[in-house]
T-cell receptor, first 113, second 111 residues
């Protein structure tokens, strides 16, 4: 069974700081990586996809991928209290005729005003 | 473009009953995936349907079943409910690049 590991947190950062969320995965052949944000009581929302080594920036969010180390991270710059949520890392598990996403257990981020 | 629609949003059942949940994917999408989310186990894959065919099934007992209709709408059914089936059941449309777009979920409480 392929695995995706995240620190459950909570990760507490002050407003305006950089929040760094980390994820490791077991399948060296993984090619796609996704970050989801889930507010309490809500469903997961896709915020970033990354497919190649290096950094991908989208507004205040930067995803970083290092396939050699099997490590993907999400940086949130200028963190706001509205960023307080659980962040889920997901990796496709290709098998048979289809694929499914394997999710980490998520890291709870708390941004302190 | 409408998103993924799930009904009902909330429901309460008692042990031994059965439940049926409904999902309409994003318009034009033919793939529907179902996930169960619990505090202890996180997000667990249930099954995926594409063009009315189940293409993959997760590690859940046979009490969990599903189907997809010709209009891509999908239903999942859980029979003989147990307390441990209390969870958020999420339906998602999957796009070609692998991303899932989730509905708001159906929160099931089993008493």
């Amino acid at each position: 069974q392929k695995e995706v590991e995240q620190n459950s947190g909570p990760l507490s950062v002050p407003e305006g700081a950089i929040a760094s969320l980390n994820c490791t995965y077991s399948d060296r052949g993984s090619q796609s990586f996704f970050w989801y944000r889930q507010y309490s009581g809500k469903s997961p929302e896709l915020i970033m996809s990354i497919y190649s080594n290096g950094d991908k920036e989208d507004g205040r969010f930067t995803a970083q991928l290092n396939k050699a180390s099997q490590y993907v991270s999400l940086l949130i710059r200028d963190s706001q209290p509205s960023d307080s949520a659980t962040y889920l890392c997901a990796v496709p598990d290709y098998g048979g005729a289809t694929n499914k996403l394997i999710f980490g257990t998520g890291t709870l981020l708390a941004v302190q005003p | 473009k409408a998103g993924v629609t799930q009904t009902p949003r909330y429901l309460i059942k008692t042990r031994g009953q059965q439940v049926t949940l409904s999902c309409s994917p994003i318009s034009g999408h033919r793939s529907v995936s179902w996930y169960q989310q619990t505090p202890g186990q996180g997000l667990q894959f249930l099954f995926e349907y594409f063009s009315e065919t189940q293409r993959n099934k997760g590690n859940f007992p046979g009490r969990f079943s599903g189907r997809q209709f010709s209009n891509s709408r999908s239903e999942m059914n859980v029979s003989t409910l147990e307390l441990g089936d209390s969870a958020l059941y999420l339906c998602a449309s999957r796009v070609a690049t692998g991303e899932l777009f989730f509905g708001e979920g159906s929160r099931l409480t089993v008493l």
